[in-house]
C-alpha cells in the first residue's frame, strides 16, 4: 500500500531523513518510535507530499507521489502534530471544507461528514467553534478532518502528543477503531502506545532506522535488567600488559555469583571496570564486596542502575555513538567480532535491512 | 477551480464570523459616508458662491464642473481608505494558515498551489465587494438629485476594484512571505504605499523621467478612472500587478514547502 525506498531529506548540509526504505501492507498499523527530532515528522510530511523529498521514492495504492500528486493526495488522510483547524469554524463547517478539498462529490458530502463525525466522536460537539473546544475534542477533530474521505491510508503524527492521560486513551482506543478500514503509519515517542496500537514498530533516530520489529518482540528485547557497575583495581597488576589473561580471571571470578547473566569486563590503566547484568529483582550488590575483597582486590565502586524500558530506548536512540544498542545477545557478539574483524565492512546498513524478521539494526548486526 | 471557490468560501465565512470584518466594513462606510456628504456639502457652496459671483458680475473665479470635481475627490479619497484597509484584510491570508497549521492540511488535500492561491484572492475581493457595497446606496441618492455621471462612478468602481485587486495581489504575497503578522501589515503598507504615491516624485523630476515613473504609480492610473477615462492601458496595468502578485505567491508557496518547520 505504501511503498518508500531511499527517501531522503537534507535541510542545508544537515541530514534529517537518510535513505528510508520501507513497505507497509494493506490494513497494517506501523508506528514510527523516535525522540524528537529525530526525522518522524520529516518523513511523515514527505510521505504526504507536503515536503519535497531531496531524494527517494514514495508510492501510494500504485501511485507515485512526483508523478500523481493529486491521486496520492486523494488516498491520504493526514493529522499533522497540531490538529490543522479552523478555529472560527464550527466543527461540522470544518468537516464540511476539508471534504469539499479533498475531493468528496458533493452527493455524498453529507453522508461523509456525518460518518466523520460518529466516528471520531463529536456529535456532541458538532456545531460548536472549533476554537471553544478542549485539546482532547480538537484532537478527535483532527482525526475527523482526516478521515473524513475515507481515504485507505492515514497518517498520523503524534496524535496523543499534548493530551492528558485520559484524552490520550480515548484518542488511542479511537484509532484502534481505526485499524483494519485504514493502512496507518503513526508516530509517537510513547513506547506503550505503539505497542499497544502498532503491528510492527520502527525505532527511528536522527533520520535513520534503529530498529524494526514486532511491539512484542521489541519489548521483549528492550524488557529491564538489572546492572550492576563495579569498579576495582588489582594490586601488582598495573598497565594493559596482559589484560586478557586479566579479563578472563575477573570474568570467571564473577561469573561465580548466583544469578548473574552476561559479564563485561573493560580494564584501564589502572582499573577495571565491570558491569554485570541480571534478571529484574536480582540484587547483586552484597555479594559483590565479599567476592572482590576476597580475591585480595581493592573496590574502588559499586553502583547498580536499573535500565528501564524508556532507559533502554533512550540508550538506543539517543547516543552519538553509532554502535550504541542493547547489551549484544550471544550470537550477536560473535557478528560483532566477526564485523571488527573486517573493518568497515561491519559497518551497519541500516536501511537495506529492513526485513521485518525482528533483527535489531543498530551496530554490526547488518553483516 | 472548484476548490478555489471552497476556499474563497471558507476565507469569506472565517471573515465574517470574527468582529473584525463587521467593525472594518462599517468603518469603510462611515467614512465613505461622511466624505461623501462633507464634499457634497463643499461643492454645493462653492457652487452657490459661483452662481453669486455670476448674478452680481457676470462672470465666475471658479471653473466648475461639479459632479465630476465632486466623484473625483471621492473617489481619491475611497482609494486612501482602501490603503489604509486592506493591508489589515491581506496580512493573515497566507501569515495566518502557516501559523495555524491549515497550510499543511490545504497543501497535502488534493489541490494545486494555484488553486489556492486563486481561492485566497478571490476571498479577498468578495470580502473588498461587501465593503463597497454599502457605498452604492449614496449614488442612488445622488441620482434621485438629478445631476450625476453615471458613467462616472461606473468607471470609478470599475477603478476601485482593479485597485483593490492589485493592492490584494501584492498584500497576499507580502502574506506569504511573513511568519509574522504585523511584519505582513507593515510590509505591505511599505509596497503598496510607495507604488501608490510615487507619482509624487515625478513632480520634481527631470522631464524624461516623469512618464516613467508615473507608470509605476497605483494612483498615477487610478486617477484615470475617477475621470471617467476607461483606458485599456491601465485595466492592464492592474491586471499586471495581479498576475505578478498572485504568481509570485504561488512561487512563494511552493518556496514554504521547502523550508524546515
Same mark, same amino acid.
Given at each position: 500500500?505504501?511503498?518508500?525506498?531511499?527517501?531522503?531529506?537534507?535541510?542545508?548540509?544537515?541530514?534529517?531523513?537518510?535513505?528510508?526504505?520501507?513497505?507497509?501492507?494493506?490494513?497494517?498499523?506501523?508506528?514510527?518510535?523516535?525522540?524528537?527530532?529525530?526525522?518522524?515528522?520529516?518523513?511523515?510530511?514527505?510521505?504526504?507530499?507536503?515536503?519535497?523529498?531531496?531524494?527517494?521514492?514514495?508510492?501510494?495504492?500504485?501511485?507515485?507521489?512526483?508523478?500523481?500528486?493529486?491521486?496520492?493526495?486523494?488516498?491520504?488522510?493526514?493529522?499533522?502534530?497540531?490538529?490543522?483547524?479552523?478555529?472560527?469554524?464550527?466543527?461540522?463547517?470544518?468537516?464540511?471544507?476539508?471534504?469539499?478539498?479533498?475531493?468528496?462529490?458533493?452527493?455524498?458530502?453529507?453522508?461523509?461528514?456525518? /460518518? +466523520?463525525? !460518529?466516528?471520531?466522536?463529536? $456529535?456532541?460537539?458538532?456545531?460548536? @467553534? =472549533? %476554537?471553544?473546544?478542549?485539546? *482532547?475534542?480538537?484532537?478527535?477533530?483532527?482525526?475527523?478532518?482526516?478521515?473524513?474521505?475515507?481515504?485507505?491510508?492515514?497518517?498520523?503524527?503524534?496524535?496523543?502528543?499534548?493530551?492528558?492521560?485520559?484524552?490520550?486513551?480515548?484518542?488511542?482506543?479511537?484509532?484502534?477503531?481505526?485499524?483494519?478500514?485504514?493502512?496507518?503509519?503513526?508516530?509517537?515517542?510513547?513506547?506503550?502506545?505503539?505497542?499497544?496500537?502498532?503491528?510492527?514498530?520502527?525505532?527511528?533516530?536522527?533520520?535513520?532506522?534503529?530498529?524494526?520489529?514486532?511491539?512484542?518482540?521489541?519489548?521483549?528485547?528492550? /524488557? +529491564?535488567? !538489572?546492572?550492576?557497575?563495579? $569498579?576495582?583495581?588489582?594490586?601488582? @597488576? =598495573? %598497565?594493559?600488559?596482559?589484560? *586478557?589473561?586479566?579479563?578472563?580471571?575477573?570474568?570467571?571470578?564473577?561469573?561465580?555469583?548466583?544469578?548473574?547473566?552476561?559479564?563485561?569486563?573493560?580494564?584501564?590503566?589502572?582499573?577495571?571496570?565491570?558491569?554485570?547484568?541480571?534478571?529484574?529483582?536480582?540484587?547483586?550488590?552484597?555479594?559483590?564486596?565479599?567476592?572482590?575483597?576476597?580475591?585480595?582486590?581493592?573496590?574502588?565502586?559499586?553502583?547498580?542502575?536499573?535500565?528501564?524500558?524508556?532507559?533502554?530506548?533512550?540508550?538506543?536512540?539517543?547516543?552519538?555513538?553509532?554502535?550504541?544498542?542493547?547489551?549484544?545477545?550471544?550470537?550477536?557478539?560473535?557478528?560483532?567480532?566477526?564485523?571488527?574483524?573486517?573493518?568497515?565492512?561491519?559497518?551497519?546498513?541500516?536501511?537495506?535491512?529492513?526485513?521485518?524478521?525482528?533483527?535489531?539494526?543498530?551496530?554490526?548486526?547488518?553483516? | 477551480?472548484?476548490?478555489?471557490?471552497?476556499?474563497?468560501?471558507?476565507?469569506?465565512?472565517?471573515?465574517?464570523?470574527?468582529?473584525?470584518?463587521?467593525?472594518?466594513?462599517?468603518?469603510?462606510?462611515?467614512?465613505?459616508?461622511?466624505?461623501?456628504?462633507?464634499?457634497?456639502?463643499?461643492?454645493?457652496?462653492?457652487?452657490?458662491?459661483?452662481?453669486?459671483?455670476?448674478?452680481?458680475?457676470?462672470?465666475?473665479?471658479?471653473?466648475?464642473?461639479?459632479?465630476?470635481?465632486?466623484?473625483?475627490?471621492?473617489?481619491?479619497?475611497?482609494?486612501?481608505?482602501?490603503?489604509?484597509?486592506?493591508?489589515?484584510?491581506?496580512?493573515?491570508?497566507?501569515?495566518?494558515?502557516?501559523?495555524?497549521?491549515?497550510?499543511?492540511?490545504?497543501?497535502?488535500?488534493?489541490?494545486?498551489?494555484?488553486?489556492?492561491?486563486?481561492?485566497?484572492?478571490?476571498?479577498?475581493?468578495?470580502?473588498?465587494?461587501?465593503?463597497?457595497?454599502?457605498?452604492?446606496?449614496?449614488?442612488?441618492?445622488?441620482?434621485?438629485?438629478?445631476?450625476?455621471?453615471?458613467?462616472?462612478?461606473?468607471?470609478?468602481?470599475?477603478?476601485?476594484?482593479?485597485?483593490?485587486?492589485?493592492?490584494?495581489?501584492?498584500?497576499?504575497?507580502?502574506?506569504?512571505?511573513?511568519?509574522?503578522?504585523?511584519?505582513?501589515?507593515?510590509?505591505?503598507?511599505?509596497?503598496?504605499?510607495?507604488?501608490?504615491?510615487?507619482?509624487?516624485?515625478?513632480?520634481?523630476?527631470?522631464?524624461?523621467?516623469?512618464?516613467?515613473?508615473?507608470?509605476?504609480?497605483?494612483?498615477?492610473?487610478?486617477?484615470?478612472?475617477?475621470?471617467?477615462?476607461?483606458?485599456?492601458?491601465?485595466?492592464?496595468?492592474?491586471?499586471?500587478?495581479?498576475?505578478?502578485?498572485?504568481?509570485?505567491?504561488?512561487?512563494?508557496?511552493?518556496?514554504?514547502?521547502?523550508?524546515?518547520?
Amino acid at each position: 500500500m505504501i511503498s518508500v525506498q531511499q527517501l531522503t531529506k537534507k535541510f542545508g548540509r544537515q541530514v534529517a531523513v537518510d535513505s528510508l526504505t520501507f513497505e507497509v501492507q494493506k490494513g497494517e498499523v506501523l508506528g514510527f518510535l523516535g525522540p524528537n527530532g529525530a526525522g518522524k515528522t520529516t518523513t511523515m510530511r514527505m510521505v504526504t507530499g507536503y515536503l519535497p523529498p531531496s531524494g527517494g521514492r514514495v508510492r501510494i495504492d500504485g501511485y507515485d507521489l512526483y508523478d500523481h500528486p493529486i491521486e496520492v493526495k486523494r488516498r491520504i488522510g493526514y493529522l499533522p502534530e497540531n490538529p490543522p483547524v479552523y478555529p472560527e469554524l464550527t466543527v461540522r463547517q470544518y468537516l464540511e471544507f476539508v471534504a469539499e478539498i479533498k475531493d468528496v462529490p458533493v452527493s455524498r458530502r453529507k453522508a461523509a461528514v456525518d /460518518r +466523520a463525525l !460518529e466516528r471520531a466522536q463529536l $456529535q456532541e460537539v458538532r456545531d460548536k @467553534r =472549533v %476554537g471553544k473546544l478542549s485539546k *482532547g475534542f480538537k484532537q478527535r477533530v483532527g482525526l475527523g478532518q482526516a478521515i473524513v474521505h475515507e481515504p485507505p491510508v492515514l497518517i498520523l503524527d503524534e496524535p496523543t502528543s499534548s493530551l492528558d492521560p485520559k484524552q490520550r486513551v480515548e484518542v488511542r482506543h479511537l484509532i484502534s477503531q481505526l485499524k483494519g478500514e485504514h493502512t496507518v503509519i503513526l508516530s509517537t515517542h510513547i513506547l506503550p502506545e505503539v505497542s499497544e496500537i502498532a503491528d510492527r514498530v520502527f525505532i527511528i533516530n536522527r533520520g535513520r532506522v534503529m530498529a524494526v520489529d514486532s511491539p512484542a518482540n521489541l519489548s521483549d528485547r528492550l /524488557r +529491564a535488567r !538489572e546492572m550492576v557497575t563495579v $569498579q576495582l583495581r588489582i594490586p601488582g @597488576r =598495573v %598497565g594493559p600488559g596482559d589484560s *586478557g589473561k586479566l579479563c578472563e580471571e575477573v570474568r570467571s571470578a564473577f561469573a561465580a555469583l548466583q544469578g548473574v547473566g552476561d559479564i563485561t569486563v573493560q580494564p584501564d590503566d589502572d582499573a577495571v571496570t565491570v558491569k554485570l547484568e541480571s534478571a529484574v529483582g536480582v540484587d547483586l550488590r552484597p555479594e559483590v564486596a565479599p567476592l572482590v575483597v576476597g580475591r585480595g582486590w581493592q573496590l574502588l565502586g559499586l553502583a547498580a542502575d536499573s535500565l528501564s524500558l524508556e532507559q533502554i530506548f533512550l540508550t538506543l536512540v539517543s547516543d552519538e555513538n553509532e554502535e550504541a544498542r542493547l547489551p549484544p545477545s550471544r550470537a550477536e557478539r560473535a557478528s560483532a567480532s566477526l564485523a571488527e574483524a573486517f573493518g568497515e565492512g561491519g559497518k551497519p546498513r541500516t536501511t537495506s535491512q529492513v526485513d521485518g524478521g525482528g533483527k535489531l539494526m543498530g551496530g554490526s548486526a547488518g553483516l | 477551480m472548484r476548490h478555489a471557490f471552497a476556499i474563497a468560501r471558507r476565507e469569506l465565512r472565517s471573515f465574517f464570523v470574527s468582529p473584525i470584518a463587521y467593525v472594518v466594513v462599517t468603518i469603510f462606510a462611515f467614512l465613505s459616508g461622511a466624505f461623501f456628504s462633507n464634499m457634497l456639502v463643499y461643492y454645493v457652496k462653492q457652487s452657490t458662491i459661483a452662481d453669486r459671483q455670476i448674478a452680481l458680475v457676470g462672470r465666475s473665479d471658479f471653473q466648475l464642473d461639479v459632479p465630476t470635481m465632486f466623484l473625483g475627490e471621492f473617489f481619491k479619497n475611497e482609494s486612501f481608505i482602501l490603503l489604509l484597509v486592506l493591508p489589515l484584510l491581506t496580512m493573515g491570508l497566507i501569515t495566518d494558515e502557516r501559523r495555524k497549521g491549515t497550510l499543511e492540511l490545504l497543501l497535502t488535500s488534493p489541490l494545486r498551489p494555484g488553486e489556492l492561491v486563486a481561492g485566497k484572492f478571490l476571498g479577498a475581493m468578495a470580502f473588498l465587494s461587501v465593503m463597497l457595497a454599502p457605498t452604492v446606496p449614496l449614488f442612488v441618492f445622488l441620482a434621485l438629485g438629478g445631476a450625476w455621471e453615471p458613467g462616472v462612478v461606473l468607471a470609478s468602481y470599475i477603478g476601485l476594484l482593479a485597485l483593490g485587486g492589485a493592492q490584494i495581489a501584492l498584500g497576499l504575497f507580502v502574506s506569504s512571505l511573513c511568519e509574522n503578522i504585523l511584519i505582513s501589515a507593515f510590509g505591505t503598507y511599505g509596497v503598496l504605499l510607495i507604488l501608490h504615491f510615487v507619482d509624487t516624485s515625478a513632480t520634481i523630476a527631470r522631464s524624461i523621467w516623469v512618464d516613467f515613473i508615473n507608470f509605476f504609480s497605483f494612483n498615477f492610473h487610478y486617477l484615470n478612472f475617477t475621470r471617467g477615462v476607461l483606458s485599456l492601458g491601465d485595466v492592464i496595468y492592474f491586471a499586471t500587478y495581479m498576475a505578478l502578485g498572485l504568481f509570485l505567491t504561488q512561487r512563494s508557496i511552493e518556496a514554504i514547502r521547502f523550508k524546515r518547520s
